[in-house]
Nanobody
Framework: QVHLVESGGGLVQTGGSLRLSCAAS????????MAWFRQPPGKEREFVACINRSGGEPRYADSVEARFAISRDNVQNTVYLQMNSLKPEDTAVYYCAADLELLASCRTRPSEYDYWGQGTQVAVSS
């Protein structure tokens, strides 16, 4: 069992920055791939970024490439999402997720992830 708790969301103006954190407990954190997804109001949950078990080979959605950065600390059992140059369309509930499959790279579909946090709200004002 893996328990994930996100934090760091809030209200920010266009162009601002936020850093989300996701603290994990339970099974060995370094054993699973981690990802961030988001769900904008009235829309489906969508992929944002993912990272492999050692912290390398990040993948990003086109909409956040070059603005967001995912990282992880396998000592602190935490994954981060640094969000810069925020836009109103980044407004969403952000979720972290854990994937226990042994794969060559991290995956991008919500259905492929085994554990989820409760989410943290990010709102970007224009």
């Amino acid at each position: 069992q893996v328990h994930l708790v996100e934090s760091g969301g809030g209200l920010v103006q266009t162009g601002g920055s936020l850093r989300l954190s996701c603290a994990a407990s339970g099974r060995a954190f370094s054993a699973y791939y981690m990802a961030w997804f988001r769900q904008p109001p009235g829309k489906e949950r969508e992929f944002v970024a993912c990272i492999n078990r050692s912290g390398g080979e990040p993948r990003y959605a086109d909409s956040v490439e070059a603005r967001f950065a995912i990282s992880r600390d396998n000592v602190q059992n935490t994954v981060y999402l640094q969000m810069n140059s925020l836009k109103p369309e980044d407004t969403a509930v952000y979720y972290c997720a854990a994937d226990l499959e042994l794969l060559a790279s991290c995956r991008t579909r919500p259905s492929e992830y085994d554990y989820w946090g409760q989410g943290t709200q990010v709102a970007v004002s224009s």
